[in-house]
């Protein structure tokens, strides 16, 4: 197929356009994008896409974002890229943010008709999460990533597990004790990667349970229990131990390599790069001229959005866990607001999730920083903030793709660190059915009745998808007017 050449305005809008009509996020968009690039627009080969996908996968942040940057970079150079991010951004962060104001001016009622239709619209993003989970698992070695899932899981979901029985029981969730380990999200990646490049490395039973051992350790130290018992500065230690393993790992292998992995950026990559990450920094440093936010540490929110971006692996699903890890359970934002409005409008929108629910934190941040103005301002950087990290990465991997593509750490790591993010999102799939829970618990609807009816909707979405083959948007529609319906007849 010979490739036609495409203006930076008609990239553009067919990026806008795949931002517009692309329901579902992330690898959902993956056949769209290859539609509109490389079957209609003809502006590249399936082989060059393949390579663009492959990227995406194995970076963090936003797909779709990502293969906007990366195609548009390939087809226009740096104002392509632009261009193919910012048009698949766009239009779901407005949608986003429009929405979230428009329940700050509504107020009550209508947030309360919203907070009935979110218990189906949970039910409906529980049901892809859940899809997600069975599609990865068995995607490879079952026992494998089943075990790298319930592990994952063990590790992060205490404090789910303990709300939901206590809402079942009626009861204070400490009564259930404090957790072993429950650590954050970021904990959860530190060891994961840890692990997966340390792979390649052990050699026999004692290396292998010298790293579980040291694992367990740290998880210990960094979670609920450990941090009750003041181990904070011990699992600090470790973590310098494990980074300092880590390295003489890295390097033992680098000697042995025989494929030397080279760093060849063009001008045209430097520059691209640079505008990824400035962009976001001009804007920050605009809006503390401009928009005075008292008692609100705007570089340490936007620090966060960054770290979690880069953090999250596996697409939108899985930024939702990272985002409770690190704003939820941070503090910066309320459980309720992030859970029963955010996470629920992010998901019934079309977009990047990631990138629709880091400047919804943004709005939520910025209203409550300094009003409505600056809410959107907020939004709108931390929306670029997270486009601009992953896109910067994804430039850079790029770039280096042909020469890391056969190292063993990146095989092991598109191998393994799925799985363990799905265990991340059962985890965060019990902390949506609690904030569920909490909603009907409000109408005076028991625990053993409201959970047992959510799972049944599940199931029952599960049936339609796979029996009739309806639309997503249209079981989200279904779920959402059904769960609304029968909670105002209560």
Known sequence: MREKKVSIINLFLSFLKVGTIGFGGGSALIPVVENEIVQNKKAMSEQDYLKHTVVANITPGALPVKLGATCGH?????????????????????????????????????????????????????????????????????KINMSLCIAAFALTGGKEVREILSQLLKVEPEVFGTPLFDISTIDLIILSFFVILLLEKIRNKTEFYFVLSLCLLYAFCKGKTGKLLGLNTVGSILLILMIGIAIMAFVVRREKSKNKTKLSFGKSDIVITLLYLLIPILLTVAAMIFIPMKGYNLIDFLVKITSSTVTSFGGGEAYVSVADGIFVQGGYIKPDLFYTRLVPVANSLPGPILVKIAAGMGFLFGQQAGGTVA??????????????????????????????????????????????????????????????????????????????????????????????????VILLILSAVLSLGVLLVF
């Open 375 to 472: 809410g959107w301002v907020v939004a709108l950087i931390s929306g670029v903030t997270a486009m601009g990290v992953c896109c910067a990465i994804a430039i850079v991997v790029l770039t280096l793709y042909d020469s890391v593509k056969e190292l063993q750490f990146i095989t092991n790591l598109k191998k393994y660190i799925l799985p363990v993010i799905c265990g991340m999102l059962i985890s965060t799939s019990a902390a949506m059915l609690f904030e569920s829970m909490k909603i009907t618990g409000g109408k005076g609807i028991s625990g053993f009745i409201s959970l047992p009816a959510i799972l049944l909707s599940i199931y029952g979405l599960n049936f339609l998808h796979r029996k009739y083959g309806l639309h997503d």
């Open 74 to 142: 390939q087809l226009k150079g740096p104002a392509g890229s632009l261009a193919g991010a910012l048009g698949v951004t766009i239009p779901g962060l407005i949608f986003t943010v429009a929405f979230m104001a428009l329940f700050s001016i509504l107020g009550g009622d209508a947030i309360n008709y919203f907070n009935y239709a979110s218990v189906g619209i949970t039910a409906f993003i529980v049901f892809l999460l859940i899809s997600y989970v069975v599609k990865i698992v068995k995607s490879g070695d079952f």
